[in-house]
């Protein structure tokens, strides 16, 4: 009777563990969902020291556990080293209950509902890591001095009002954020810590940092602090947006984001004697900067940005030098003579109200300025006369409608200017003459005409964005000034006739965009440019005679529709690379369109093709270096005889997810590099030999998803180097014995979800290179002796859910030696000779045996010899076939059909698929 009883208890546990969704590797377990927690102790003692050979790590997760009175004491093999109990309903832990884990380092107790930590005191005193986060933590006792080895403290998100950092000696990093903390009690004792965070309270003063002279990081942010006590001279570093960091004699960071802060006085934030690397003050409602407040300051990056600063008085910034001055968004009018001999590596005043720029950097030396969103209507002569380093100027967006000469005038060494998105009419003669500018940003303004030289002396030029303005004419010397010009934007403009030679001096061009104009006619390229790349707005006449003879790597076609892609659309451009073509609808394609394109590498056929139902023959005549084809999810419906001709070193064709339903004979002729052809999710109903014709160095062919329901004896005869094969998911319900006759290089192939009801003998004869098989998803009742007697490479045989009633011959496995997984899942088995198979093939890692109709009494003999082979299996017991058949003397009862245990890796399960 106690035998009877300690194997149903066996069984029960069992039970649990299969009822958990559990996964685990060689040093880990993961479950979830555990139901029963009276039976943990159990479940860990009966499964892991079975089935996991170095276990360090143990996680617990989303299940229900109100108590935790002891941990279960695991093998001594076992050094668990971090252990996760998260989201469990935790509310009580009795004091001793990890004491068994004495390797224990890290442990997480987050998202539960624990009030009282005194269980702390008692925990491994190896531990270094405690999370308590997200609980309902009220009060920090002094619970840990036991824990000398403890340094990472988490008790975010609780319910602590009072902290008392010294309750917690020892620890460096400590993060109380998200509480309700309105008093902070410190000693001497508090000066271990490297970092702490008191984000999100409820703090008003802080005047502790005599108290922290350690810490390294220290946040504060998000509280209602209004005033900070200062004593120690600081350095600042950078935390992020809207944060302040400043910092004691050890500090690093410490924040302060979203404090109110409404005036920069030494009264309130003492920064005058700090020597700071960087400081965050942005969103501070700082309204004011007193004078002199930054004279003489040496830092890196000072952020000011998104406050109330409308006024910056004369020389607040005086003498000082900046990495990086961010003052956006901040409401500023004028800043004149704020910055008197300022050094700054990047200067950001967007977003603000500046009207007048002038006499503002009259004296600073500046490599990056960003003023643009300003309403600068006018710039003035001289604006930047005193900015001999910059090399960047942006002035976006700022309702320029008039620019001065001279306007840039002392700028020796200015490289970008961005005059985008301004109400510019009129761009005068040498606004920018004798400038070092490479490149010159005028898009989005209202230019209606270029005069002669507009672009005088920029011999430096190399990109102009001249997009999106209103041009409707070109004088053929527009550009006659600029020799080094690489990349030209012409886009979106009004212009219909381009003049002749318009670029005869640009020797050096390689990129031009045209698309979004009305082009009728123009001849602006010469034989002696280099030009690589052009982009243009289908038309017909201009590409074919117009641009032929250039020798050109790219076209891009964008924003066109074409009724008709007729033959001989690209005539001439032989050296193309690249066909780049989007938001273009083409309507119909006439077989030769892309005849002369001999060296296209790339395509976008998906754009090309998007609403072209048929494929035409001699579609992609031409493309003889083409090496992808990309055609799937289209709308495609047929596929005319010879349609791939000419695409002679095509390897990879995707015609998936269209609506062919019918393959014509020859369809593929011409096709003689492919090694790869996706016919997948389609809806053909047969294939015959003569639809494969010219592929015969195929390699993959996928047919999975369609509507195939008959394969004749030659029906992959054209084949003969085929290695993967997915028939997957069709209506067949027979093959042929002499289908895969001519295929003897498969080594892969899917037959699943099908309708097929027997194999007949031989089909797999010549097939001795095979090495995965899925047979499972049929209708097999019976596999005959000897159907598998050539597949001597077979590693996978998958049979699962048939209808198999039988395996009355092992011998069937015998020849294939190399056999490592085989599944016989979901079918209707009783009896099966499992010991005759292991005994021949040795190989045999897993074996699928859930789902059947095992006897009970051969139940226990099946597990018992695959436990011997030492073969993983999967078992699991719908009923049992006989309500008094014994499993060692025990009635096997109803509890059968509960049984669930699984000892595979899932990952290795799924490989092969």
């Not at 009822?19 to 029963?36: M, P, R, V, Y």
């Not at 832990?93 to 008692?122: C, M, P, R, V, W």
């Not at 405690?130 to 609980?135: A, M, P, V």
């Amino acid at each position: 009777m106690t035998v009877k009883v300690i194997l149903l208890w066996i069984i029960l546990a069992r039970a649990v563990y299969c009822n958990a969704s559990c996964h685990s590797g060689l040093d880990f377990l993961q479950c979830t969902e555990i139901k029963w927690p009276d039976f943990l102790h159990d479940f860990f003692s009966l499964v892991l020291e079975e089935d996991i050979a170095q276990l360090q790590w143990i996680a617990i997760t989303n299940s229900k556990i109100p108590t935790m009175d002891y941990f279960p004491r695991l093998h001594s093999t076992f050094n668990i080293t971090k252990l996760v109990i998260e989201n469990c309903s935790l509310e009580r832990i009795s004091e001793g209950a990890f004491q068994e884990l004495e390797y224990l380092q890290t442990l997480d107790l987050s998202h539960n509902s624990l009030k009282n930590i005194y269980f702390i005191e008692s925990l491994p005193s190896r531990l270094q890591t405690i999370d308590l986060s997200y609980n309902r933590v009220m009060y920090l006792d002094n619970v840990f001095h036991s824990l000398k080895n403890l340094k990472h403290l988490s008790l975010s998100h609780n319910n602590l009002s009072i902290v008392d950092m010294n309750n917690t000696i020892g620890i460096r990093n400590l993060n109380v954020s998200f509480n309700n903390i309105s008093a902070l009690i410190g000693g001497a004792s508090s000066s271990h810590y490297d970092t702490i965070d008191l984000s999100h309270n409820n703090l008003k003063t802080f005047s502790e940092y005599d108290l922290l002279v350690r810490v390294r990081d220290l946040d504060i942010s998000y509280n209602k602090i209004k005033q900070i006590h200062a004593p120690h001279t600081v350095v600042l570093k950078y935390s992020g947006n809207k944060e302040f960091n400043f910092q004691l004699p050890k500090l690093e960071k410490l924040y302060l984001s979203d404090t109110p802060i409404p005036k920069l006085k030494e009264s309130i934030i003492e920064l005058k004697s700090f020597r700071a690397e960087i400081i965050q003050l942005s969103n501070c409602s700082i309204t004011k900067i007193s004078k002199n407040y930054f004279h003489d300051f040496d830092m890196g990056y000072m952020d000011l940005s998104y406050n109330n600063i409308k006024f910056i008085e004369e020389g607040s910034f005086s003498d000082c030098k900046f990495t990086n001055l961010d003052l956006s968004h901040s409401q500023l009018k004028t800043a004149q003579h704020a910055f008197v001999n300022m050094w700054g590596y990047i200067i950001n005043l967007s977003n603000n109200n500046i009207t007048n720029a002038k006499n503002i950097f009259s004296s600073v030396s500046v490599h990056y300025l960003d003023i643009s969103y300003n309403p600068i209507k006018v710039l003035f002569k001289s604006t930047f006369i005193g900015c001999t380093d910059m090399a960047t100027l942006i002035l976006s967006n700022c309702q320029i409608e008039f620019i001065e000469r001279n306007s840039f005038e002392g700028l020796a060494n200015l490289e970008k200017v961005d005059l985008s998105h301004n109400r510019i009419q009129i761009l005068e003669p040498g606004t920018f003459q004798n400038l070092p500018v490479e490149e010159l940003i005028l898009d989005g303004n209202q230019i209606h005409t270029l005069r002669n030289g507009s672009f005088r002396n920029m011999e430096s030029l190399k990109k102009l964005n001249l997009s999106q303005l209103c041009i409707s004419e070109l004088d053929s010397n527009t550009f006659s000034d600029l020799p080094a010009l690489e990349s030209i934007d012409l886009s979106r403009n009004n212009i219909s006739t381009i003049p002749d030679n318009l670029f005869v001096n640009c020797e050096n061009l390689r990129e031009v965009f045209l698309h979004g104009n009305c082009l009728s006619s123009f001849s602006p390229f010469s034989n002696k440019l280099k030009i690589k790349s052009i982009s243009l707005s289908f038309n017909y006449t201009i590409l074919t005679s117009k641009i032929a003879n250039i020798n050109l790597n790219e076209i891009k076609i964008l924003d066109s529709y074409v009724p008709l892609l007729k033959n001989n659309s690209f005539k001439g451009l032989y050296n193309l690379h690249t066909l780049d073509c989007q938001n273009v609808v083409v309507e119909q394609i006439e077989g030769g369109a892309f005849q002369t394109l001999y060296n296209l590498k790339d395509i976008s056929s998906k754009e090309l093709f998007k609403t072209v139902k048929k494929i035409k023959f001699n579609t992609f005549k031409g493309l003889r270096s083409l090496n992808d084809l990309d055609l799937s999810g289209l709308s495609i419906v047929s596929l005319e005889t010879g349609a791939f001709i000419g695409l002679n070193s095509l390897e990879y064709l995707h015609l998936d997810h269209n609506n062919i339903s019918e393959l014509n004979k020859s369809t593929f002729v011409g096709l003689d590099s492919l090694c790869t052809l996706d016919l997948s999710f389609n809806y053909i109903g047969n294939i015959s030999s003569e639809m494969l014709v010219g592929i015969g160095n195929l390699r993959e062919l996928y047919l999975q998803n369609n509507n195939i329901s008959l394969l004749n004896a030659d029906s992959l005869n054209e084949l003969p180097l085929l290695e993967k094969l997915s028939l997957r998911n069709n209506c067949l319900q027979t093959l042929d014995k002499e289908l895969f006759v001519n295929n003897g290089d498969l080594l892969w192939i899917h037959l699943e979800q099908n309708r097929i009801k027997e194999l007949p003998v031989g089909i797999f004869e010549y097939l001795s290179n095979l090495k995965v098989l899925n047979m499972s998803s049929n209708k097999l009742a019976i596999i005959s002796i000897g159907i598998f007697s050539n597949l001597k490479s077979l590693e996978v045989l998958d049979l699962s859910n048939n209808e198999l009633v039988t395996l009355e011959h092992a011998s069937a496995f015998y020849s294939s030696k190399n056999l490592r997984r085989l599944y016989l899942d979901n079918n209707h088995l009783k009896l099966f000779d499992f010991d005759r198979l292991l005994t021949n093939v040795n190989n045999i890692e897993y074996i699928g045996i859930s789902a059947n109709k095992w006897q009970c009494n051969n139940l226990s003999h099946v597990i018992e010899t695959l436990t011997r082979h030492g073969v993983s299996y999967k078992e699991e017991i719908k009923a049992p076939m006989y309500s008094n058949d014994n499993i060692d003397g025990i009635g096997c009862i109803d509890i059968c059909k509960y049984v669930y245990c699984s000892h595979e890796n899932i990952e290795d399960t799924l490989h092969y698929y």
